[in-house]
T-cell receptor
Framework: SQTIHQWPATLVQPVGSPLSLECTVE??????LYWYRQAAGRGLQLLFY??????ISSEVPQNLSASRPQDRQFILSSKKLLLSDSGFYLC????????????FGPGTRLTVL | GENVEQHPSTLSVQEGDSAVIKCTYS??????FPWYKQELGKRPQLIID?????GEKKDQRIAVTLNKTAKHFSLHITETQPEDSAVYFC??????????FGRGTSLIVHP
C-alpha cells in the first residue's frame, strides 16, 4: 500500500532563517506531487506541483521554492522566512494519469516568530 | 482556469439533522469532483467523490449530487453526529489535472 511521510511535524523558526520541509511517498511510482499551505482557519492554497523529477510548477509568487530530486521525494525550501510563511504545510500525491483522488501527508505546522 | 465557490462557510446543525454543502465550478471540462473532510489539526481525507458521467452517488449517510448543466455539486450528510464536525472541502479537476479547491465549510454538529 502507499504511504506518504512529512517531516518535521512541527517547526518554530525565527524570521530570516532558512527552511527545508521534506515529503516522501512509498509504494507508488511517478506520482504527481503537490505542496499546499493552509493558514489558520483558511482553505488550501496550492504552492507547487510536480509531474516528474526536476519538473516543478509554481502557482503563486513567493519566497518559497520546491525541488524534486528523486521520483518520490518533494522538498519545500526558503532562504529567508517571513512572518507570513507561518501555516500548516501539506504535501500530497496522486496517480499520474487522469483526474483522481489526492492523498495528503500528515502536515508540518510552521510558526515563524 | 477553474474557479470553485463553496457555501456556506459555516454550518451549524443539531445532531440528527441533515447538512448540505454546495459548490459551483466554472470549467465545463471538469469531470472529477471529490469531497474531503479535515478534522482539527489533521490532514484532509477523501470521503466521497463523483465523476461527470454520474448524477448521484451515496455511501451510507453521505451523498453527492452533480448537475453538469448548472455546474454545481452538493454534499449531503443525513442523521448528523458530533463526529461529523469538521471542515469540508469540495474540489473540481479539469483539463489541467490539477484540482481547484473550494474555501471550505466548517460544519458544527451540536449534541
Amino acid at each position: 500500500s502507499q504511504t506518504i511521510h512529512q517531516w518535521p511535524a512541527t517547526l518554530v523558526q525565527p524570521v530570516g532563517s532558512p527552511l527545508s520541509l521534506e515529503c516522501t511517498v512509498e509504494g507508488t511510482s511517478n506520482p504527481n506531487l503537490y505542496w499546499y499551505r493552509q493558514a489558520a482557519g483558511r482553505g488550501l492554497q496550492l504552492l507547487f506541483y510536480s509531474v516528474g523529477i526536476g519538473q516543478i510548477s509554481s502557482e503563486v509568487p513567493q519566497n518559497l521554492s520546491a525541488s524534486r530530486p528523486q521520483d518520490r521525494q518533494f522538498i519545500l525550501s526558503s532562504k529567508k522566512l517571513l512572518l507570513s510563511d507561518s501555516g500548516f504545510y501539506l504535501c500530497a500525491w496522486s496517480v499520474p494519469s487522469g483526474r483522481n483522488e489526492q492523498f495528503f501527508g500528515p502536515g508540518t505546522r510552521l510558526t515563524v516568530l | 482556469g477553474e474557479n470553485v465557490e463553496q457555501h456556506p462557510s459555516t454550518l451549524s446543525v443539531q445532531e440528527g439533522d441533515s447538512a448540505v454543502i454546495k459548490c459551483t465550478y466554472s470549467d465545463s471540462a471538469s469531470n472529477y469532483f471529490p469531497w474531503y473532510k479535515q478534522e482539527l489539526g489533521k490532514r484532509p481525507q477523501l470521503i466521497i467523490d463523483i465523476r461527470s458521467n454520474v448524477g448521484e452517488k451515496k455511501d451510507q449517510r453521505i451523498a453527492v449530487t452533480l448537475n453538469k448543466t448548472a455546474k454545481h455539486f452538493s454534499l449531503h450528510i443525513t442523521e448528523t453526529q458530533p463526529e461529523d464536525s469538521a471542515v469540508y472541502f469540495c474540489a473540481a479537476t479539469g483539463g489541467s489535472y490539477i484540482p481547484t479547491f473550494g474555501r471550505g465549510t466548517s460544519l458544527i454538529v451540536h449534541p
